[in-house]
């Protein structure tokens, strides 16, 4: 037997571990991703064909086309529930997308390590939070009968609560209480993105004679684009989805504080107390496609999914 024929008889003996072990690592991976699939299912993908089923048919289940959509855009309290979120999500995002850069590229390039990290995990901190306890929290900042920062309330004209939670106010608040609870993971988010930064980019922006802030508009940002879109499309979608904080803030002001302030608001008292769920989905089928719409731009604007575009 020569020893190429012996070569060739130890191959398929030698590769079918190799293949055995490809088998097994396919099978783990499965196996990891089957109990998020089944969640997905279970949570996102069925509840939004639900809605879509419910968003096109009556209370019969019959199909009624278009007919719950203009239903719900001829209720008087559409268009200023889709007004306030448009004001809140303008505000929100210029906040939280530059507020959010500005800050991790002030901690990773100005700030000293130790610091950094201690300011972070500040940052980060209010995330901890739930919702409902980061409402309360405002609730007590917001009240100048004991809010510890009732003299810059007074100096802003604020004496009593109805004053501070004045229809033209809201926005204002909504996006103080939602960059204070989500700001800090942003910047973490951001943070890690600046450090994949190499070091050798960093340096030859320096002996180019590049200054802090040229290098931060013209390397920094450019490099971490993809997570500047990320961050745009999730913070926006969270934006549309607002309801547990002008819910509460309602709730607190006794009723000064219109129960139908979001979209989310509208479809909470068309379910709940009219009784309509299939105009409550025809109102979460907008928001969907809203979503959809922006994010859609968003990634193939920014090259979101191209591997290498950097």
């Known amino acids: 037997m020569t020893t190429v024929e012996i070569e060739r008889s130890l191959a398929p003996a030698a590769a079918s571990p190799s293949r055995r072990s490809q088998r097994r690592g ?10 998020y699939t089944a969640l997905l299912l279970a949570f996102g993908v069925f509840p ?3 809605s879509l089923y419910l968003a096109f048919t009556n209370t019969r ?10 239903k719900v855009i001829s209720d008087f309290r559409f268009g200023p529930a ?3 979120i448009a004001v809140y999500l303008v505000m929100w995002l210029l906040l939280v997308v530059v507020l959010t850069v500005v800050t991790a590229v002030i901690l990773r390039s100005r700030v000293r390590p130790g610091l950094s990290s201690t300011l972070r995990f500040l940052y980060y901190l209010p995330g901890a939070l739930a919702g409902v306890a980061s ?3 405002w609730l007590f900042m917001l009240s100048p009968g004991v809010s510890p920062v009732t003299g810059l309330l007074r100096v802003l004209g ?13 926005p204002v608040i909504l996006v103080l209480i939602a960059f204070w609870t989500g700001a800090g993971g942003w910047i973490v988010v951001m943070y890690g993105a600046l450090n994949n930064i190499p070091d050798e980019v960093m340096e030859a922006a320096r002996v180019d004679g590049a200054g802090p802030w040229r290098t931060a508009w013209s390397i920094q940002v450019p490099m971490i684009r993809k997570w500047i879109v990320y961050m745009a499309i999730l913070a926006f979608a969270s934006g549309t989805q607002l309801f547990v904080e002008p819910q509460l803030l309602q709730t ?9 302030w979001s979209p989310n608001q509208l479809a909470y008292v068309l379910a709940f107390q009219n009784g309509d769920f299939n105009a409550a989905a025809a109102i979460s089928v907008f928001l969907l496609i809203l979503g959809l719409i922006v994010a ?3 990634v193939t604007r920014s090259g979101l999914f191209k591997v290498g575009d950097e």
């Open 135 to 137: 409402v309360l929290v």
């Open 252 to 260: 607190a002001s006794l009723q000064r504080v219109s129960p139908t």
């Open 296 to 298: 859609t731009v968003l």
């Open 82 to 84: 889709f007004g306030n």
């Open 48 to 50: 939004t064909g639900y």
């Open 158 to 170: 604020l004496s009593t609560f109805d004053q501070v939670l004045a229809p033209g106010h809201l």
């Open 26 to 35: 396919g099978l783990a991976g499965y196996a990891f991703v089957s109990g």
């Open 61 to 70: 289940g019959q199909f009624t086309g278009l007919g719950q959509f203009t």
